[in-house]
């Protein structure tokens, strides 16, 4: 149960799953609280058998008032590095764990704030449904709160980055959230390491055979 006392974002799901009907119901979920302050709901974007699934955090304040995903200076990052990776865009569908923008307020600017375990559970039907309908060869998972929601609490992305890790019929690569790289003191190196995972990430399709 979460914070609002439902059981999240599974009551909002329609009967038919393709990601037309998904992105439309999303579009109205109160699974969790998070709806009240954010622009829209930012669900996933791309092709329907996409041979990539990338699984990020959360949109971020570009995100939330433009309605894609990675579209803000981390969707840059993560540009870069799929092109220097040698991983198509038109492979790739991308998503978050979580459909809102978690923020506070500073002022007037939106200050990113890393959504509650609660939040991650109630939008995880989302995910799942997502997964089911795309059945992804290989999922890259895009920092911890992706990493919770799909290979569990236990699961640390500093101990396993470019490492596949079974995930029902698909492999997942864990990496770092491209924002991390942003953030980081030498944001050089950090770029080296979250483009290495990505080209494991990219040889683990390829070793596998086309979708």
Known sequence: MTKDGNNGAARFLPDQRDL?????AAASCQGCGLYRDATQTVFGEGPRAAAFMLVGEEPGDQEDRQGHPFVGPAGRILDKGLNEAGIRREDVYLTNAVKHFSFTLRGKRRIHQKPTAAEVDACL????????????????????????????????????????????????VATVHPSAVL?????????????????????????????
Do not use: Q
């Open 20 to 24: 037309a009907s998904l992105r439309r």
């Open 183 to 211: 953030r980081a003191p030498d944001r050089e190196a950090a770029y080296a390491g979250f483009l290495s995972d990505l080209r494991a990430a990219a040889n683990v399709r390829g070793n596998s055979g086309n979708h």
């Open 125 to 172: 039907p989302w995910l799942n449904a997502e997964l089911a309908v795309v059945r992804p060869e290989v999922i890259v998972v895009l920092g911890a709160t992706a990493g919770r929601a799909l290979l569990g609490r236990a699961f640390r992305v500093t101990h396993h980055r470019g490492e596949p890790v079974p995930l029902g019929e698909a492999l997942a």
